[in-house]
């Protein structure tokens, strides 16, 4: 039988070396920050805490006016927190009683609702009687919370759910396990280093405030295991034509036949291209090309304030249909089939108007694929409720005088939206437990933005979330154009993902109904791994109908789930109009190799230029 190791003795002389070069490397930090730090610019005022505490002030007054309902809610949360005592009580006691009372089941009642919930995944949670408690008794009174703010019928819906979004993110704020006293697997750690694992932690803070230049940058992977070109986006490839806007690039054919279709992606201009080509064994790109697909990709540029007058226009005519015409061009053909993802998904529905409006033709393009695409902005999710016609007003001068928006206030939001995962999963990690994060190709992409011209970020949040114009006939217009999305009959299929929390799938449903020819697929996960879903690693699963229905709800009703990746159903699908694999497109003149310059420009770069 061996024997239990011992802990070891705490060096004090240790800790006190640690903390000297800590403090060595604070004074200079702290200098730095009094000197460059300025208020983050954020999208809009989604963590106006000033705001938030006004309309917490004005629901508390209201939801006391009705004493009787707050009453009711208040005794309903007591009986259940008197539940959650009772049980474990039981437990600490090993009372058995396998004659409880049916309604003596909220504390499993709430297990199985957050079952899933990755925040409480140490044993520690379960095993532990004391943890247990203080993780029911978190999720009954987070539960209780959110659900006051359904009473909240005084405000109209955009504030009620503004109310609401505050609410999740003061709920998710206070979880225990965001605290190092009440989170067990910090406490373990602490007990085994003898506490060096918070001075590793507090180093990690440090470091992380000096790569913000005195704003928190929260390190979310390993930024030195990756290397554009070499570790990601590896697949070869020529860059072939390039302007001002974007960079062509055609790979070269893995196939001895290729499709006589070529097919040309426009990824969004808000991240860069290579989410499609992480690693070849999760690279869209490098499966299109082994399925047969000559495939043509827009690297779009990182735009500093020389393109802050461009806008979705311009985007357009000097980035889409200049890619047409190259690939047309190299090709030989005279259609191309398109995949637009995100808001180039939304670029390429904006294209198809334009063109039918002024030529009454589209044939260029012989079917259009949308990944994640809001064309029905309504019900576009967390993000339409903190943007309004006030808030664009803020900050205009400053936008307007740097020519565009910062990559990092668009990346800060979209982290906000989902900020269990984004934000204090890394507190935990990276401060408390003292760990380095975990070098994930794809967070090192999410950190990798782009920023947004002047013109286009206006035009984006005023005439598509704010009025709603894409999907209001001859309201939006466009280069000399009135568009009609309901006017043009390419073949369109929608690839949307149940939890995207960017592009809801049911507001892109509802974009997909308002087109005259299109089908829609429904992936499991989010807006990139609901997409980026190779049919090797056989996750997620989709839903599948041939018709669309008059609601998504229904739509979901009548769907068919298939286990694995939704790539090979939209290879079926767009086989129909890829002609035969009879031509062999090789890239003809190189600029440069794959991936090119372009995808290289970090955000800190142009801003280091400006």
């Known amino acids: 039988m061996t024997k239990p190791e011992q802990e070891q003795p705490i060096d004090p002389m240790h800790y006190i070396h640690l903390w000297q070069n800590v403090l060595k490397e604070t004074t200079p930090l702290l200098q730095d920050y009094m000197t460059h730090f300025q208020p983050p610019e954020l999208l809009s005022n989604a963590v106006d805490f000033e705001d938030f505490a006004t309309m917490l002030s004005e629901f508390w007054g209201e939801l006391l006016q009705n004493p009787d309902r707050f009453y009711e809610m208040q005794q309903q949360y007591w009986q259940d927190f008197g539940k959650i005592w009772q049980e474990s009580a039981e437990r600490f006691f090993n009372i058995a009683n396998e004659a409880k009372d049916k309604n003596l089941s909220t504390a499993q009642d709430l297990i199985n609702e957050h079952r899933n919930d990755r925040r409480f995944k140490d044993p520690a949670w379960e095993e532990s009687i004391l943890f247990d408690f203080i993780k029911k008794s978190y999720f009954l009174t987070a539960d209780w919370l959110l659900h006051l703010t359904d009473e909240a019928d005084h405000l109209d819906d955009k504030l009620k759910k503004r109310l609401q979004f505050y609410m999740r993110q003061y709920a998710d704020a206070i979880a225990p396990s965001n605290f190092p006293l009440t989170n067990p697997e910090v406490l373990k750690k602490t007990l085994e280093t003898g506490g060096e694992n918070l001075i590793h932690g507090y180093q990690n803070l440090l470091k992380d405030i000096k790569r913000g230049h005195g704003k928190l940058k929260i390190s979310t992977t390993d930024a030195d295991a990756f290397e554009i070109g070499r570790n990601i986006a590896t697949t070869p490839g020529e860059v072939v034509f390039e302007n001002e806007l974007f960079q062509l690039i055609h790979y ?113 393009i012989k079917s259009a694929t949308f990944f994640t695409t809001l064309i029905d902005f309504r019900d576009s999710g967390d993000l339409n409720v903190f943007i309004d016609p006030e808030s664009l007003e803020e900050g205009v001068d400053t936008l307007n005088e740097r020519g565009y928006l910062k990559a990092e206030a668009l990346h800060q939001t979209f982290a906000l939206l989902r900020a ?94 308002k087109l005259q020819n299109a089908t829609f697929t429904l992936s499991g996960s989010g807006h990139i791994a609901g997409i980026i879903n190779p049919p090797t690693k056989t996750k997620y699963g989709y839903w599948r109908a041939d018709k669309l229905a008059d609601t998504a709800e229904d739509w979901m009703l009548n769907a068919t789930h298939k286990e694995g990746s939704w790539w090979p159903q939209w290879q079926e699908w767009i086989a129909q109009y890829t002609g035969a694999q009879n031509a062999l497109y090789k890239p003809n003149g190189s600029i440069e190799k794959a991936p090119g310059r372009y995808v290289k420009i970090r955000y800190e770069d142009v801003e280091k230029i400006d």
């Open 420 to 513: 269990n995962d984004m934000i204090w999963s890394f507190i935990i990690n990276n401060y408390m437990l003292g760990k380095e994060p975990f070098p994930f190709d794809l967070l090192y992409w999410n950190d990798d933005p782009t920023n947004l011209p002047a013109e286009l970020y206006h035009e984006y949040l005023k005439k598509m979330y704010v009025q709603n114009e894409l999907c209001q006939k001859n309201k939006l217009h466009i280069k000399g154009q009135k568009l009609d999305i309901t006017s043009f009959k390419t073949p369109c299929h929608f690839i949307s993902a149940k939890d995207d929390h960017i592009a809801p799938w049911v507001a892109t449903y509802n974009g997909a109904k």
């Open 252 to 364: 070269h054919p893995t196939t001895e036949k290729q499709f006589e279709t070529p097919l040309l992606i426009a990824p969004p201009f808000i991240n860069k291209f290579y989410i499609l080509d992480l690693k070849e064994e999760n690279s869209f790109v490098k499966w299109a090309l082994d399925n047969g697909h000559s495939v043509f990709l827009i690297s779009w540029v990182n735009p500093d304030k020389d393109l802050s007058g461009y806008s979705f226009g311009d985007y357009m005519e000097r980035g889409l249909l200049v890619a047409l015409d190259e690939v047309e061009k190299r090709s030989g053909q005279k259609q191309t089939n398109v995949i637009g993802y995100c808001i180039g998904g939304t670029l390429l529905s904006i294209t198809l108007s334009w063109l039918q409006a002024k030529y009454n033709d589209t044939s260029r």
